[in-house]
């Protein structure tokens, strides 16, 4: 091959690292990791999928609409995903790439194509649109969900006796648990009755009650807990799990997530399904 030729390769191959580095820089600030770009890397419809969309000048066609993103069109981005509180679904979708990667969950490309598009992103002012993760026990899915949803918090507090193995943990009678991945669209302020409170045990049911979302959206939406206040944004049961206590009648306690203020801190804890509180709601899955 001809010197010049040989330097011009070179020069290409200097200037395409050069952008590769820029591009990983950019990436980073917006929540793109090793988990994106290992999927970039080896998965070649996603790489044209994207390649597409830059040559469309950010546009996809009406053909790939429907499938290049898991991120629906949202009329104005729903007032900036409700003041900031949220994350939109691709994003989420980032991190579980990433998350998947770094705690081996074992999720493969496959996997993560059977996902497909997310919902469109609800307009109730504490709704979100939230991936869920449901590993390989309930025990695991929750702990693997608690830890990220704590790491995003400058403190956390657990009570002790919020225990997750079967012994102590379950879902509400009825909810089976499976392993994948699955959309959800989570109404987080549901049942919120400020004045009298809402019982979980009037309301909650195998269809509309939240268990692992609930955490998941915790570890997604660090600026939603720091928001809790139980007057403007609640504090919030989480309804699908059911927990046994020592010192309590079995299977009559549900966990809940709250917020100090003060402390800066998360809290999980758990309290009888028959009590009410004004300052928690009840979440519940919307269609």
Known sequence: MPTDMVRQQ?????????????????????????????????????????????????????????????????????????????????????????????????????????????????????SAVILEVSLDTIEKTLEEAWLFAHSAQVDNWRWEEVKSDPGHLRLFPGIEHKRGLVWRVVDLAANWDKKDGIRPKDVRNTEKSPHSAVLWAASYFPKWIQAMDGTIVPYVWIPGYELSVSGSEPWSRVPNLHFDRVARRIGLDADGYGLRYGYYAVPEFRE
């Open 10 to 126: 070179e020069e290409g191959f200097g200037h395409d690292y050069g952008l590769i580095h820029e591009m990983i820089v950019t990436g980073r600030k917006v929540g793109a990791g090793q988990g994106f770009y290992s999927a970039l890397a080896h998965n070649e419809e996603l790489f044209a999928r994207v390649v597409e969309f830059v040559r469309n000048g950010g546009n996809v066609t009406a053909n790939a609409e429907a499938t290049v993103s898991s991120r629906p069109v949202l009329a104005h981005e729903v007032e900036h995903l409700i003041s900031g509180m949220f994350i939109p679904a691709d994003k989420q979708l980032g991190l579980v790439r990433e998350r998947n990667v770094e705690r081996r969950w074992g999720f493969t490309e496959e996997d993560f194509t059977k996902l497909g598009p997310a919902p469109v992103w609800p307009s109730g002012k504490i």
